[in-house]
């Protein structure tokens, strides 16, 4: 009977020994689990911190006197710690000491009790306990290297950067996980006052294993020292990335960056060419965000249509993406647009052109081009000064002069007026609305003419200044344009109106006039209904009173 009494106290004892050591592996598991889901990026693995705190706990309730009763809280404060949440960390870390036991986890809960109150600015307070763990561990060991760190950030806080950056530096050579964390330390510690300090780490850097989150610190600083030193001096500071032996992504997103701060600095050539570079040997979404960058930065240099033809070959590649085929519809209207003012003799389709390239497209300088290819081409226009007045925002400031000066010359215009605070409120209002119908016209049939083009054979569009050869070669086409322009037609009865006003034919164009959208267009074989034809009307310009002030005279 003692012996089965005794037998079963012996398997209780068995079973909640088990039970408590489960209890912390799976503590030690969940933790693990966090610490790599933070290394891969800031902020993560909060729930399995959580999860591990209360694996933990319920470990040391089991047993608070127990072998690895001090290991369960360490693991508890720790994770805390991870957490933020300092003043939990201190707490339970000043507990675990409070025990006074010995071993390797006390020294473990002494290095982070110092980093805890280097977290909570109690630096002057954390030297004690940092100093116990170095005197103690030595720079070869794990929780030594951890203390040393901590050490700096706290002399650091003390003013006394010699010993600091000596703990650095001894970090940093015993390379690792704590030899990176302290590189990125000394780096940002470099930022302004030491660019060959800053160079130093970031060879350091480049050598190393490095998570995404380092990657994320790495652009914060580089664009720290571009604020110090110039965007050049920053790029240079990231050149040994490009040696790097870090996954592609890893490298990719660094000298994506990197391009980045090219273009920021007006090097556009520069910029495109390494996002390009970096388009050829990146992880696939990568590449993508590569060749967006690169496209953007040559629609925003571009101050022709060539420039844009380019952006179109580089999106053709990321053609996958949402953006890139937002991107190359836009492109496709512009073609349209462009090829109306060519073909069609429709020069306001330049300005419908040039708003769609400022607004949608982000190529600021071809659309102050087109802005002011319209105004040269139909000067006489309502509109043409609101197109120098829109090209001279988008210029720099010697065109920018120049464009306010020819678009005072325009005294008697309603836009001149309007901005000197002057003129007929109706007439403004009155312009502003046939130009928004006329234009939002042309989009629409840019659009619809777009959509039907094949996206893999793109033309490149026309060079504006054979635009403005081909109008003024054909006066009648131009003439004709401008009158459907100004009067905001849409449709077949615009292309009806366009097609007798280059025939010749004032009968048919007031007859046109006379017909509502819904009209068939017009063909040269066709007769008007019985009964249906208006007197005769003169031809734009051919008579009194017959040319509105927005065609040309």
Known sequence: MRVRTLGAAV????ASGCAYFNSLYNAKRLFGEA???????????ATSYRSAIEKARKSFRKDSTGRWSDEALTLVGRSFFALGQYDSARVTFAHVLARGRGGSTRSEAQAYLGATLV????????????????AKAGAGSEIGRFARLWRARARFATADSAGAWADLDVVQRRGGALGLDASVEALGRSIPGS?????RALARIAKADVPDRTVDSLRTLSRAAAAAWGGVRARELLAPAERAPWPAARRGRLLLFRAQLAAEAGDTAAAVREALAVAGKADAVTVLAARLAAARWQLASATDVGGAAAARATLLAAVADPEAQRLLRGLKQLDVLVAKARDDGQP??????AELARDELGAPG???KLFVTYAELVPQATWAPKALLAAAALAAPPERAALANRFESYAENVYVAAV?????????????????????ALRADAAREAEARDAGVLQAVAVLDSVKAAARADSVKLACG???????????????VRSACVRGDTSRVAFWLAQKDSVVADTASRAAPAGAMPPRAPMPGSGPGSTRRDTIR
């Open 420 to 440: 000197h605070g002057g003129g007929a409120d109706g007439q403004y209002t009155a312009a502003e609305e046939r130009l928004a119908q006329a234009l939002a």
């Open 348 to 353: 306001l389709s330049l300005f419908a052109a």
């Open 366 to 368: 071809l659309a102050r």
């Open 35 to 45: 610490e790599r889901e933070s290394a891969r990026r800031e902020g993560a693995g």
């Open 195 to 199: 660019p060959e300090r800053a160079d």
């Open 482 to 496: 401008s009158l459907v322009d100004s009067l905001a037609l849409r449709g077949g009865r615009a292309d009806s």
């Open 119 to 134: 977290r909570l600015d109690s630096a002057s307070a954390a030297l004690a306990p940092l100093d116990s763990v170095v």
């Open 11 to 14: 398997a209780l004892v068995l």
